[in-house]
């Protein structure tokens, strides 16, 4: 088992994690950016690299845990719903913090009768 609680191959985990990134990548291409190492950018990645688990859990019905006497259950669609959704948050407040900050600001002047 590897550090992500989850059994699935490193290929697998790997696969998942990329095609979030890939996702991220999109998002921030529509404004010119690019995937940083910003906690915010970093933070975007694992909730959607985690609402990736989850959503694969779904498709293939792994998902309930049990353990001796312990089930659980998630409701998995809201789940990665909320993950997804907290992460396009994180990366719509690095959007707007890196297009604020590199915003060119014009300035026209006009001049009348040569002055």
Do not use: C, W
């Not at 049990?66 to 407040?93: H, I, M, N, P």
């Amino acid at each position: 088992m590897s550090l992500t609680g989850s059994e699935l191959s490193s290929a697998i985990l790997q696969a998942i994690i990329d095609d979030g990134d890939r996702e991220i990548d999109a998002y921030l291409g529509q404004f010119n950016l690019s995937g940083t190492a910003a906690g915010a950018v970093q933070s975007a990645s694992l909730k959607l690299g985690k609402a990736g688990l989850l959503d694969r859990a779904l498709q293939t019905g792994d998902l309930e845990a049990s353990e001796g006497e312990f089930t659980s259950s998630v409701d998995v669609t809201r789940a990665v719903k909320a993950l997804r959704d907290a992460a396009f948050a994180l990366l719509e407040q690095y959007r707007d913090s890196q297009t604020s900050i590199s915003a060119p600001h014009l300035t026209f002047v006009r001049r009348i009768d040569g002055r």
